[in-house]
């Protein structure tokens, strides 16, 4: 999604917003720009890298400035629909962020006004508001732009000849970086790392007023004190530290992540959430979530309905949202990563409306969800810079584990076993990509195909799902995942020797079922990996390949099933030359409908 950064100070701009911006391309783009203030406005933007916009410049003057990543919604991805946009005047420059939802109407009535726009952007009406409403004040003709706006205008305007910038937020993340002397915007925490740690969150309906050594943050026309957090995450967290790429650095972090997530929690004197059973506690429970934390949340029914012992219904926060009958009975969980999702968020206030208290997990401290939820349970995952996700998926469901261990009501000397077995996550982990060479191997083998399924039953089964959608976002291979018992349902008709099948196998009473979906796989010809968690004869004969995975209670194998599952993805879309971090057209953080 777009990402938005501005500085003020006593500094060149221009590199530093060419820097920040670059540290926001994990959020996916199509074009960028930048807009300085010196004896003008001078804005440089294209449909091209955040490098290349940067190689084509020279240093300019000027200290105050904003600068776009621009992730297409309205008009095609171009250098007139690139960010910044101007007004008639050209001494007002608009970034944004967000959907303007009565966009025509306000660009007929500003065209009527006689303002030219030049661009197919929603986004280009704002400058043009701004300087209708100009008479002297900056910030009040802000003030008064963003009152006839509906939908979402997160951003960022900047004016000639004035000794301020002028941020607005509403429903996408805004941040100001405090410095010495001078003040930064961004969209997004690693924007900043190289700058400060201090920051303050902007919350829906601010409008910060923003000097070199001053923040004032209105609300409805007053200033609103908004408490300056300090950010845990460091410099080297988001960088590649000599990986190839941030996916693989990410999914090599995952014991550390693991040990971290669960050292967090075990310091805590409290369970993480309150998930008591009966007396007027939890019946059943909701869990609602979009893409890989979706898979997490599916992981989290099986974790949960086998040791809590209620029944969990899981549902697309996007599907959520238009459904029919939205409340539960008791508590719902919400599971993000960023924080930032609009259908999770949309989910979140749903849910609120209807009397729900959420928990809902994330890995973005300060995000906007955990601002809104009753309560939140934050991964140590550190920052993902690689839009697919990986480390956060691994750490979202040893937050599930650590939700559901002190409610079990399996027998003690299993909640024991369980324990160390989870303990024991890191070195599997570890063991896992210890084995890397082996399945970057079968990773060249299956590059050259087209189309694949992978297959999973019980816990595995949103295993497999995962797996195929880090496949196909990354490598571009059409990948689906299936229950195994859903395969001869139809996408049977699909197979054949130019179609693989992974089978994620797990030793537990799922077993002797997939064995016997393997077999009808095989006899339709399809070549076919398995994943198993020990030396097996029956799979080393019916399959074609074998991965073994290290052994581990069958609660907690789709942790290392996952990581092989990455590896694999990850290995593929290398051997095919796919821009594994950045996948054409995906945003990291998705705050649009
Ligand atoms: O930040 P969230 O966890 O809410 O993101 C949800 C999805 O957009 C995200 O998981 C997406 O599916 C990933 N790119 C998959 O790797």
Not at 44 to 52: E, L, M, N, S, Y
Not at 314 to 338: C, D, H, K, P
Request: aromatic share 6%; charged share 25%.
């Amino acid at each position: 999604m777009c990402g938005i950064v501005g500085y003020i100070g006593k500094k060149k701009a221009q590199p530093i917003l060419l820097n920040c911006l670059g540290k926001l391309e994990y959020r996916g783009y199509d074009s960028c720009g930048i807009a300085i203030s010196a004896s003008g406005i001078e804005v440089h933007k294209d449909a091209v890298r955040v490098r290349v916009l940067g190689e084509a410049l020279s240093v300019l003057d000027g200290t105050v400035g904003i600068g776009h990543t621009r992730w297409a919604t309205h008009g095609e991805p171009s250098k007139v629909n690139a960010h910044p946009h101007c007004d008639c005047t050209g001494r007002i420059a608009v970034v944004h962020n967000g959907v303007i939802n009565n966009f025509y109407k306000l660009r007929e009535q500003l065209a009527d006004e006689g303002h030219t726009l030049a661009s197919q952007t929603d986004t280009e009406v704002i400058p043009h508001l701004i300087e209708k409403y100009y008479d002297g004040d900056f910030v009040k003709a802000v003030e008064l732009a963003v009152r006839e706006i509906e939908g979402s205008y997160t951003m960022i305007a900047l004016m000639a000849d004035e000794s301020k910038i002028v941020a607005a937020r509403k429903d996408s993340p805004l941040i100001i970086g405090i410095g010495d002397r001078e003040n930064y915007i961004a969209s997004d925490v690693p924007a900043l790392l190289d700058y400060t740690s201090r920051v303050i969150y902007l919350e829906d309906g601010d409008i910060a007023v923003v000097s070199a050594d001053n923040v004032d943050v209105k609300k409805d026309g007053s200033s609103v004190d908004r408490e300056e957090h300090k950010i845990l995450w460091s410099v080297e967290d988001a960088q590649k530290a000599g990986y190839e790429h941030f996916m693989l650095k990410e999914i090599h972090e995952q014991p550390k992540v693991i040990r971290d997530t669960l050292a967090e929690y075990i310091s805590a004197a409290e369970p993480a959430a309150d998930l008591t059973v009966g007396d007027g506690g939890l019946e059943d429970m909701l869990i609602l979530a979009c893409g890989t934390s979706y898979h997490a949340s599916l992981v989290g029914k099986y974790i949960i309905e086998g040791l809590v012992k209620i029944p969990v219904r899981v549902e697309l926060a996007s599907e959520f949202n238009y459904s029919g009958q939205a409340s539960t009975r008791s508590r719902a969980i919400v599971i993000t990563q960023s924080g930032e999702t609009y259908d999770a968020l949309m989910s979140v206030k749903r849910l609120k409306e209807e009397g729900c208290q959420v928990i809902v997990i994330t890995n973005v401290v300060g995000s906007t969800v955990s601002r809104i939820a009753d309560q939140t349970v934050y991964t140590r995952a550190g920052p993902e810079i690689s839009v697919a996700a990986t480390k956060t998926f691994v750490a979202q469901l040893i937050a599930l584990y650590w939700l559901a261990l002190p409610y079990s009501r399996v027998d003690i000397r299993r909640l024991d076993d369980l324990v160390m077995e989870l303990r024991q996550l890191p070195v599997k982990v570890q063991q896992v990509l210890d084995n890397e060479a082996i399945i970057a191997d079968y990773a060249r083998q299956l590059a050259k195909f087209e189309n694949m399924f992978y297959m999973g039953k019980g816990i595995n089964y949103p295993v497999a799902l995962e797996g195929a959608l880090k496949l196909k976002e990354i490598s571009y291979i059409h990948a689906e995942g299936y229950a195994a018992g859903e395969l001869k349902h139809g996408p049977f008709a699909l197979l054949g020797s130019k179609t693989p099948v992974v089978a994620v196998v797990t030793q537990d009473n799922t077993y002797e079922s997939v064995i016997t979906t393997i077999k009808q796989v095989k006899a339709r010809q399809s070549p076919l990996l398995a994943l198993v968690g020990e030396e097996d004869e029956t799979i080393i004969q019916l399959a074609d390949s074998v991965i073994t995975v290290p052994q581990i209670d069958p609660l907690f194998s789709p942790v290392v099933n996952s990581v092989v599952l990455q590896l694999l993805a990850y290995y593929v879309a290398k051997r095919r030359g796919c821009p594994i971090d950045f996948p054409r057209h995906l945003a990291k953080t998705v705050t649009v409908e």
